[in-house]
């Protein structure tokens, strides 16, 4: 897929399920480990292309990632769906509209914005709209319209789906396709997987999900695409410790974890 930038590196903002890792009140041998990887976040997750940074969803840890991740700059979100795993962190964006006194830029379906406007009216509202309230421009996406994320940077969506009826966008750039909260995927969505040198893949849990691939259906995925290189995200603390469910993996197949950077 041709591409005119050079510099891409995708960093996991958040790589846990919508309950986050450690869940709270839970001592299972994941929730309480001392390992850093078994700490996850609400899923998200950022491009950084050539020195911009564009973010996968604002879940509700949305601030925090901003913080840890020292991001001084952003130019945009692009939503993959409306649960409020993916959406609750949109009012922390005020932060980038008073520092750097400029719109940012969101990407998401229809569907989505209907839900946005649903869960935060004031933003969209022009009559409540007062001093303060997050500034942002929209643009509608479709499953299959690239679109421009920016002058020269092109995202081609992949449709998912969630449970039997909840679209979810997918995504991908150049050699890089990012997947969250997908069940299943169609033959022609599955086309546009094909040749990814890179595969970031939602893997929840090993036992079944009505709305979300399991560690083996993911791996299905894995196997019918083959990346040089796959990383899992929005993981439950069900699935296992980092360290324990690594070594059971494909060499090619990575746990990702929070915080964790890679060059496309
Ligand atoms: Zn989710
Ligand atoms: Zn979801």
New binding site residues.
């Given amino acids: 897929m041709s591409n005119t930038h050079r510099d891409i590196e995708l960093t996991f903002l958040g790589t846990g ?2 309950t986050g890792v450690p869940v709270i009140a839970c001592s299972c041998p994941v929730c309480t480990s001392d390992d850093p990887r078994d700490k996850r976040l ?2 998200s997750a950022m491009l950084t292309i050539n020195g911009k940074n564009y973010v996968l969803d604002s ?1 509700p840890d949305f601030r925090y990632q901003m913080i840890r991740e020292k991001v001084g700059d952003l130019e945009a979100i692009v939503f993959t ?1 409306e ?1 409020r ?2 959406i609750a962190g949109l009012d922390d964006i005020r932060a980038f509209n008073y520092l750097l006194n400029k719109r940012i830029n969101i990407f998401c379906t229809q569907r989505v914005l209907d839900a946005l406007k649903r869960e935060f009216p004031y933003i969209f509202n022009q009559n409540t709209r007062y001093f303060g309230t997050p500034q942002i421009n929209t643009t509608i996406i479709n499953k299959d319209q690239p679109f421009l994320l920016d002058k020269d940077i092109t995202l081609h969506p992949i449709q998912v789906w969630h449970f039997e009826d909840m679209p979810v966008m997918g995504f991908r750039i150049s050699d890089l396709t990012y997947i ?2 997908a069940k299943t995927i169609t033959p022609e969505e599955m086309k546009k997987l094909e040749g990814s040198r890179i595969l970031v893949i ?1 893997a929840l849990r090993k036992s079944r999900h009505i709305s979300h691939l399991t560690l083996n259906e993911a791996l299905d995925v894995i196997q019918a695409i083959k990346p040089e290189k796959a990383y899992l995200t ?1 993981m439950s603390h069900f699935l296992g410790k980092h360290e324990e469910v690594q070594k059971t993996l494909p060499d090619n197949v990575f746990m990702a974890y929070d915080g964790l950077k890679v060059k496309i």
């Fill in positions: 399920t919508s609400r899923t879940g769906h649960h795993d993916h969250t909260d939602n929005h």
